[in-house]
């Protein structure tokens, strides 16, 4: 939706689950830009409604700030029926989701995502959990949304590297399905960046469209939606090894999406010509293109360690999404000597 942020968010929505209370999960920085125009907007529905503030950042995506969450619903006497709100990006849609999968065995949720990257991407399909120090998402669950709302007025008050980490998942939807959105990123990047409302209207639909499409068929990842995962072996390998939040998502799969298109060229799936044309769309959208080292002594041999814990490794063989020609996608392992080959060629 476009206009003032929540001011008739829920209007339309008669799907809304009935509660006498909510709970609004955001974080601090969040909270003083939107909790209240949201909080007038759900006072119109439900009767009583609840604030969790929680600290801002993915290091705070763990096992402790998630407690947070839970400390407030049983303080609050919440029941089966209660209704958290998940005010935020990534993170708070993450963990709000999996605080309502788990809090008696699952109450409903709804994402309202703040970031461009929760709009396109995080916020749709059912994925939640936390970090360990080990790895990315390691914990967690699928469970849907009821909802999700997306208003674009939040992007507004985005900060710009967000926007650009954000773009990263808006990218990655070209290469694995549709390369004519691709070719549209590519005409309207300097419309994306300046924030254009139609253009950012049309990002967010035709992402939440591609991704919807795949998660339709393969809700629990078992086979077809790995592909969403382009770029994010390597991307959560520098997440963890920088140490979480040092690098945005968004920032740690542009890269991994440079690292994966180059080991598709060295498998024989895709041309230098299509490797460059990627690289220098994620170059544009103000996103790094070279990753960062991890281990002076062996910065490949650190990559592989953390790259071994991707949940979509099977027996400790490492799988990659990589581009199988433009516009179509594949899980294949790669040898451990031309992984190297790559992070050596990539920073």
């Known amino acids: 939706m476009i206009g003032g942020a929540f001011a008739r968010a829920f209007e339309d929505y008669g799907e809304l689950p009935h509660a006498s209370q909510v709970v609004v999960v955001t974080n601090h920085v969040v909270a003083q830009l939107y909790v209240v125009q949201l909080v007038a907007a759900l006072k119109a529905r439900y009767q009583v409604v609840h604030i969790v503030k929680l600290p801002d950042g993915e290091e705070h995506k763990n096992w402790q700030t998630l407690n947070l969450i839970f400390d407030a619903l049983l303080k609050h006497g919440c029941d089966r029926k209660t209704v958290l709100f998940a005010l935020g990006g990534g993170v708070i849609g993450d963990m709000t989701g999996f605080a309502a999968a788990c809090y008696m065995r699952g109450v409903p949720f709804v994402q309202v ?3 461009l990257l929760a709009q396109v991407d995080s916020s749709v399909g059912g994925k939640t959990g936390i970090n360990h120090p080990l790895g990315k998402n390691m914990i967690g669950a699928f469970y849907q949304p009821r909802l999700v709302v997306c208003d674009l007025a939040t992007l507004d008050t985005l900060p710009e590297r967000e926007l650009s980490a954000g773009l990263a998942e808006v990218i990655k939807y070209g290469p694995i399905a549709d390369m004519e959105f691709m070719a549209w990123q590519e005409a309207s990047m300097d419309a994306l960046r ?16 591609i991704k919807a499409w795949v998660v339709g068929q393969d809700e629990r990842e078992s086979g077809l939606r790995a592909i969403l995962n382009f770029g994010h072996t390597f991307g959560h390998a520098i997440e963890a090894g920088m140490g979480y939040g040092v690098w945005l998502h968004g920032e740690a799969v542009g890269a991994g999406m ?11 799936l895709v041309d230098e010509k299509f490797v460059l044309r990627l690289r220098n769309l994620i170059q544009r959208a103000g996103l790094p293109v070279k990753a960062p080292v991890l281990d002076p002594s062996d910065n490949a041999g650190r990559y592989l360690e953390l790259m071994r814990v ?3 490794a099977e027996s400790g063989e490492i799988r990659f999404v990589l581009i199988d020609g433009p516009g179509k996608a594949v899980l294949r392992s790669a040898p451990d000597a031309l992984v190297r080959e790559v992070i050596d060629a990539c920073w």
């Open 194 to 209: 300046a924030r254009d409302r139609t253009a950012l209207a049309h990002a967010v639909r035709r992402s939440c469209e």
């Open 113 to 115: 995502p703040t970031t």
């Open 258 to 268: 440079v690292m994966a298109a180059e080991l598709s060229l060295r498998m024989g």
């Open 310 to 312: 991707d949940k979509k």
